[in-house]
């Protein structure tokens, strides 16, 4: 069955960096479009960034543009959100995200910037 396993979350100062990673299992890793999500407290869930199967192509939510790079390594089926320039307001429990025959998630990982 699909898996998607986050980790990599944590505290983190406002300025600072966090990498995210998402294990992928149960499907042909490179064969699927990955994103990331993400839901802040009293919020709705929300795209953060989106990668290609092949990883060539990326978007990014306005928001995040120029601070967050989303990549993958399909020899490992591993999917990556590299965090910098944290400020408070991306405070929230991060989702790795696949449509495979349906829509996954997976269990989340809480990032908390604040000093």
């Known amino acids: 069955q699909v898996q998607l396993v986050e980790s990599g979350g944590g505290l983190v100062q406002p300025g600072g960096s966090l990498r995210l990673s998402c294990a992928a299992s149960?499907?042909?890793?490179?064969?699927?479009?990955m994103s990331w999500y993400r839901q802040a407290p009293g919020k709705e869930r929300e795209l953060v960034a989106i990668i290609s199967n092949t990883g060539v192509s990326t978007k990014y939510a306005d928001s995040v543009k120029g601070r967050f790079t989303i990549s993958r390594d399909n020899a490992k089926n591993t999917l990556s959100l590299q965090m910098s320039s944290l400020k408070p307001e991306d405070t929230a429990v991060y989702y790795c995200?696949?449509?495979?025959?349906?829509?996954?998630w997976g269990q989340g990982t809480q990032v908390t910037v604040s000093s």
């Open positions: 149960g499907f042909t890793f490179s064969a699927y479009a």
């Open positions: 995200h696949a449509i495979v025959r349906g829509a996954y």
